[in-house]
């Protein structure tokens, strides 16, 4: 991962990319269940990545704003929060819902955008 080498390091993160990524493959499994649809009628070919952020708290008084309204494009996201609460998402009625309480072994699951796609032309098709 590095050329310096951070053997430890580089160990950890390849074990918690691929336990996340077994965790994805098993969420996205239920929801297909959840739908009534058999394991391989909803083909999803992905890549998983794993990205790591460290967000700053704002100083008071600053608008307290990281990133902008938005949807994901990848399949699935899964977000581990740590220290920094501040993930707020936007539900069907257009209000926003803070993510709070959040303990450190919590893991938050974003459907993305192709996935809701592929969800939503299922139900039309099957009706």
């Not at 390091?9 to 691929?18: E, N, R, S, V, Y």
């Not at 009534?36 to 704003?65: C, F, H, Q, V």
């Not at 993930?87 to 959040?102: A, R, Y």
Request: charged share 20%; net charge negative; aromatic share 12%.
């Amino acid at each position: 991962m590095w050329p310096e080498g951070h053997p430890r390091f580089c160990d950890t993160i390849h074990t918690m990319g691929t336990q996340l990524e077994v965790l994805n493959k098993l969420i996205l499994l239920m929801i297909i269940d959840s739908y009534g649809l058999a394991e391989d009628s909803l083909k999803i070919n992905y890549t998983t990545s794993m990205r790591m952020m460290k967000y700053m708290t704002p100083p008071p008084g600053e608008y307290e704003i990281g990133l902008f309204a938005h949807t994901d494009k990848p399949v699935s996201t899964i977000i581990c929060e740590d220290q920094i609460l501040g993930l707020e998402i936007e539900v069907n009625d257009g209000q926003w819902i803070k993510l709070t309480n959040l303990s450190p072994s919590s893991f938050v699951f974003m459907v993305g955008d192709p996935l809701k796609v592929c969800l939503y032309i299922w139900l039309i098709f099957k009706f």
